[in-house]
């Protein structure tokens, strides 16, 4: 309970509730940042980013990173890379993200593999980006995770293989990453190798769903429908149509349109399934427009 409390607290602070006082405890933390304790640098930096007051971020993570906190280096290759408080300078950026990986800070090695990936000054080292993703998901970073995953998974990079991806994926969907949980459960009820494993499926697409991918619950919906692991059951399919749709994705509309048009799981409904089918079509699902 103090636990909450605390970290209602801090909430309080962050929005302003207390704005009288937060700007008395920046004026402390700035003093502990300059007097070497650099865990409070991190705090008033995450501060003033959330506050958009980056030329003071940027001269509190520029002293911080100097003194080789990895989190800080991060975040001033942040600034850098979107010129935010200094110049643009994706140079930098890359050095400092660099640093920070080289000082075991996962999210500054995501950052750098994500640079070298995707940025095109830096298309001769894009064959380093799985090193960097690699190291950052050793380091704890769930999104480098996913992309190694994604990577064995296409064989992106690297020869294509099922239990790597696997482990990733599951390693992805651990920390909360929803896309590593979905991808998890199109792994393993595709026909990657030939495998299935409907029940790790469908435990991948619940976790999904509950951390809110659209894409999940309409797969989750598909495997109850279609009995994948047990009997199917049309009414905990249509549930989760409905909780896809809410979300946004058309095939979850498509699907429930389907059902209250047929009564499926559903009281029939032609008026509702016309509705649902119209909203389909203009989310992208085109095989909706037909009806």
């Known amino acids: 309970m103090r636990r909450i409390l605390n970290n209602l607290l801090i909430s309080m602070l962050f929005t302003g509730v207390f704005s009288a006082d937060a700007g008395d405890l920046n004026d402390k933390w700035s003093l502990l940042c300059k007097t070497g304790d650099i865990s409070y640098c991190n705090l008033i930096g995450r501060n003033y980013l959330s506050t958009k007051h ?11 990173c100097q003194k080789n906190n990895a989190e800080s280096c991060a975040s001033l290759g942040y600034l850098y890379m979107n010129g935010l408080g200094t110049h643009k300078s994706i140079r930098k950026a890359k050095d400092l993200l660099s640093k920070s990986c080289t000082l075991k800070y996962g999210e500054g090695c995501y950052n750098l593999a994500s640079l070298y990936e995707n940025d095109f000054e830096f298309e001769q080292y894009r064959s380093h980006a799985f090193e960097y993703y690699e190291k950052g998901c050793e380091f704890g970073n769930a999104d480098s995770c ?21 482990k ?25 190798e030939r495998h299935h494993d409907y029940e790790k499926a469908l435990d991948s697409y619940l976790k999904a769903c509950e951390l809110s991918v659209a894409e999940g619950c309409s797969s989750l919906g598909l495997m109850y429908e279609e009995g994948k ?14 909780i896809a749709c809410r979300l946004k994705d058309p095939n979850g509309c498509y699907y429930l349109a389907m059902a209250k048009e047929k009564g499926q799981g559903v009281p029939k409904d032609k008026l509702t399934a016309k509705t649902l089918y119209k909203t389909a079509c203009n989310l992208g699902q085109f095989s909706a427009c037909q009806n």
Do not use: H, Q, T, W
């Open 54 to 64: 980056y030329s003071e971020a940027f001269s509190v993570y520029k002293r911080a």
């Open 168 to 192: 990733y994926l599951d390693l992805a969907c651990s920390g909360k990453v929803g896309f590593g949980c979905f991808l998890s459960g199109e792994l393993n009820s595709g026909e990657f």
């Open 229 to 242: 692991v047990e009997e199917p059951d049309l009414e905990m399919a249509a549930a989760y149509y409905s």
């Open 146 to 166: 996913l992309n190694l995953g994604i990577f064995y998974s296409e064989g992106k990079s690297v020869k294509a293989d099922f239990s790597k991806a696997s």
